[in-house]
């Protein structure tokens, strides 16, 4: 990632939290400037239904970088989710409603699981 696309990305993601404050006009002009740079993919997975500005909205600036465990630590499965890219990953999520949040993981290859 060149300078150009850090300081692009690191105003981004300043504009985007000032949330109900934000400009989504200037908000697609570095999503659209981050696309033309090489930055962000020149198109989100239209399975996905969604745009640059809406990932950028939902997820973040860094929204296209795959981020925590990306390998099983027993099998060594990759767990990229190679056909929508980032930031979707293929480990499955635990969740405990009775605590109300994401408890384990587990390797949707080997089955194992881990605690988060």
């Not at 850090?6 to 105003?11: H, M, S, V, W």
């Not at 962000?40 to 969604?50: F, I, L, S, T």
């Not at 990306?70 to 767990?79: R, Y």
């Not at 990953?89 to 949707?108: F, G, W």
Request: charged share 30%.
């Amino acid at each position: 990632m060149g300078t150009d696309a850090t300081q692009l990305l690191a105003a981004l993601k300043e504009e985007r939290e000032k949330f109900e404050k934000a400009d989504t006009a200037v908000m697609q002009g570095y999503v659209d400037a981050l696309i033309e740079c090489g930055e962000y993919p020149k198109e989100v997975n239209p399975r996905m239904k969604a745009t640059h500005l809406s990932m950028v909205e939902g997820w973040g600036a860094y929204w296209h970088q795959w981020k925590g465990k990306l390998e099983c630590p027993t099998c060594g499965a990759d767990f990229r989710d190679l056909v929508n890219g980032p930031p979707g990953k293929r480990e499955i999520s635990i969740y405990s409603r009775a605590r109300d949040r994401t408890v384990a993981q587990r390797c949707p290859d080997c089955k194992h699981e881990w605690a988060v």
